[in-house]
Nanobody
Framework: VQLQASGGGLVQAGGSLRLSCVAS????????MAWFRQAPGKEREFVAY???????AYADPVKGRFTISRDNAKSTLYLQMNSLKPEDTAVYYC??????????????????WGQGTQVTVSS
C-alpha cells in the first residue's frame, strides 16, 4: 500500500486546515487508518484513528477540534483540523494497518506510512 499525504501549510492560530491521504495498491477499506504527528525533537504521537464503519478515536489534545473521516470509494483519508494552536505544529503522517483496538495509538502497529505533510501554526 502506498500512501500520499497532502494539505499541510502555514496557518494562523485559530485557523483550519484539511489534510488528505490517498491510498493505492491495496484494499483501502480493509485497513484501519490513522494520523500521527511529529514535532521537532519529539517522538511521533498519535492523533486520530478510524476503521471502516463508526469506530473512531482521538488523542486528548485534539478532541473537539479535529475530525477524522474516510471515503472508501476514493481510497482517501481526511483530517479536518479546526481551532489550530501553535502546539499543533508538526509533520503529520497518515498510516495504514490492522491494529487491535488497544494498540491503535502505537506507531509500531502500522505497516504503511505516507511521506508526511508539514503543518505550521503561527501565534
Amino acid at each position: 500500500v502506498q500512501l500520499q499525504a497532502s494539505g499541510g501549510g502555514l496557518v494562523q492560530a485559530g485557523g483550519s486546515l484539511r489534510l488528505s491521504c490517498v491510498a493505492s495498491g491495496g484494499t483501502f477499506s480493509s485497513y484501519g487508518m490513522a494520523w500521527f504527528r511529529q514535532a521537532p525533537g519529539k517522538e511521533r504521537e498519535f492523533v486520530a484513528y478510524k476503521r471502516s464503519g463508526h469506530n473512531t478515536a482521538y488523542a486528548d489534545p485534539v478532541k473537539g477540534r479535529f475530525t477524522i473521516s474516510r471515503d472508501n470509494a476514493k481510497s482517501t483519508l481526511y483530517l479536518q483540523m479546526n481551532s489550530l494552536k501553535p502546539e499543533d505544529t508538526a509533520v503529520y503522517y497518515c498510516s495504514a494497518g490492522r491494529p487491535i483496538w488497544s494498540n491503535i495509538d502505537n506507531p509500531g502497529a502500522y505497516n504503511y506510512w505516507g511521506q508526511g505533510t508539514q503543518v505550521t501554526v503561527s501565534s
